[in-house]
Nanobody, 121 residues
Framework: VQLQASGGGLVQAGGSVKLSCAFS????????IAWFRQAPGKEREFVAV????????AYADSVKGRFTISRDNAKTAVNLQMNSVKPEDTAVYYC???????????????WGQGTEVTVSS
């Protein structure tokens, strides 16, 4: 499995940004895809996860109601729409994939490189 994250950049607080995770190498529809983030000086934390069939999602409390994770099966990609962003959302965002869907899981088998999001106040 190969994962390629993109879409990061500089955004003003209160604005929106959309991240995309392109998936290749295996059957996309069999994998749960998650987003994690790591802010400077902090540990990596869970952001959101989407089940293999797109029917189940889970979000970190800090992003619930502001972020939306979705699948684009035509493009074999998973998007993370980030609305009403805050300076504390500044981090490097990583996507990850696994055959298992467990919202509390952090040990995913496959990881992409990160894409950086900076939110200015």
């Amino acid at each position: 499995v190969q994962l390629q994250a993109s879409g990061g950049g500089l955004v003003q607080a209160g604005g929106s940004v959309k991240l995309s995770c392109a998936f290749s190498g295996r059957t996309f529809s069999r994998y749960a895809i998650a987003w994690f983030r790591q802010a400077p000086g902090k540990e990596r934390e869970f952001v959101a996860v989407l089940s293999w069939n797109g029917f189940s999602t889970a979000y970190a409390d800090s992003v619930k109601g502001r972020f939306t994770i979705s699948r684009d099966n035509a493009k074999t990609a998973v998007n993370l729409q980030m609305n009403s962003v805050k300076p504390e959302d500044t981090a490097v965002y990583y996507c990850a994939a696994d055959l298992s869907y467990r919202p509390t899981m952090t040990s995913y088998n496959y990881w992409g490189q990160g894409t950086e999001v900076t939110v200015s106040s």
